[in-house]
């Protein structure tokens, strides 16, 4: 019996290999590689229904649907073009569709092109829109840079947006855009200062860029001429009236009593922006001063009206931001960090990293202290 078992099993073995020999040059021979644009599911339904679902969709959907294959290309005729063309919000929503779809770039791992909503296209990350920028591109670069953060990009800033609108996880190209904390320590003055500046995407779906300025004097007063502040935003900067006063103010309260002044808020009258000025005296090293701002930059899109704000000069004609509610309320302060604002400590926003990097670099001015 286990001879005629054994003499069964050798043909049976041979067969099987065979069988996986045939087999695996059928399953190579039968899968070459996949031709998308050449074969599709979608060659089973009548053109008609291909033609009644591109009909039913938007124009940029309705382009977009037509890429996926040569099939629905031909299936779904022209007509969805003529209101693409029309249409620069469709045809912004098409270049988002095919950003949002595109592989990052393999090097960098950010997408390989950016969206600039200015010039209407896609451009390459390493070219950017380059000379043929339209007026209204380089005035947004121009303006950013002086009013936001040097380091901003609109591109960046659109892309990033319509990532997010698409499903994609932004931290790590925020992460991109965000300076490193600079902390430096001036021999010639005495004065130490730190510059950091964090981003998020808030719930409703616009950036918020946060600013952080610390100094520490190791004199009593400062004013104007001893630091040097930029712009807030467009409207607020370091030499306007009531920001000013606010530095004098929160001074004047560290000094006395407590060594420790309120939170100060100032909130621009034409855009989405609040800067906080704060003061304390800080044993043994002088006078911190810390001034925070928030900003909403909005969502990114084309004709957006917060991003407008950040960008456009204050004009007497123009109406002021709407108040909402009996109380000074901040949405953006409060969105940012998660609560209320006025519970807020001012001079413990930054990270516990940047303070202690900005205390080391604060020498000790042991005559100063009484
Ligand atoms: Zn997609
Ligand atoms: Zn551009
Ligand atoms: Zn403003």
Redesign the pocket.
């Known amino acids: 019996m286990d001879y005629i078992r054994s003499l069964l099993a050798i043909p049976a073995f041979v067969l099987a290999l065979v069988l996986a020999f045939v087999l695996h040059t059928l399953i190579h021979r039968q899968s070459p590689r996949p031709r998308p644009l050449d074969s599709s599911p979608f060659t089973l339904p009548p053109s008609e229904i291909i033609q009644q679902i591109a009909s039913f969709l938007p124009p940029s959907a309705a382009a977009?649907f037509a890429s996926t294959c040569r099939c629905i290309r031909f299936a779904a005729g022209t007509q969805y073009l003529s209101a693409l063309r029309a249409s620069p919000t469709e045809n912004l929503e098409l270049l988002e569709?095919l950003l949002?779809?595109a592989p990052n770039d393999p090097i960098a791992n950010v997408p390989s092109q950016f969206l600039c909503i200015h010039c209407a296209r896609l451009v390459p990350i390493y070219i950017g829109c380059g000379v043929s920028a339209t007026p209204a591109c380089r005035k947004a670069w121009d303006l950013s840079r002086r009013y936001i953060v040097s380091s901003f990009s609109p591109p960046f800033f659109y892309t990033i947006m319509a990532m997010h609108r698409?499903?994609h996880q932004c931290d790590e190209l925020l992460a991109r855009i965000t300076p490193p904390t600079t902390t430096t320590y001036f021999s010639n003055t005495g004065i130490s200062s730190q510059h950091s500046v964090r981003y998020h995407i808030a719930n409703a779906g616009s950036l918020l860029i946060r600013t952080q300025v610390t100094y520490i004097f190791p004199y009593p007063r400062v004013d104007g001429r001893t630091y040097s502040l930029g712009s807030f935003c467009r409207h607020i900067e370091g030499r306007t009236e009531n920001f000013s006063t606010a530095m004098e103010l929160v001074q004047t309260e560290a000094l006395s009593g407590v060594g420790r002044s309120q939170p100060n808020f100032i909130d621009c009258k034409y855009c989405q922006t609040t800067v906080l000025v704060g003061a304390r005296k800080l044993r043994g090293r002088g006078i911190g001063l810390f001034i925070t701002w928030w900003k909403d930059l909005g969502d990114g899109r084309a004709g957006d009206e917060t991003w407008a704000n950040q960008l456009r000069p204050a004009e007497p004609t123009q109406p002021e931001k709407r108040k909402q509610g009996r109380h000074f309320d901040m949405p953006v302060v409060e969105e940012f960090e998660g609560h209320n604002a006025r519970y807020l400590d001012f001079d413990e926003l930054s990270s516990r990293a940047d303070r202690k990097e900005l205390l080391r670099l604060c020498p000790y001015i042991a005559q100063a202290e009484k």
Do not use: E, N, R
């Open positions: 977009t569709l949002a779809d698409h499903g």
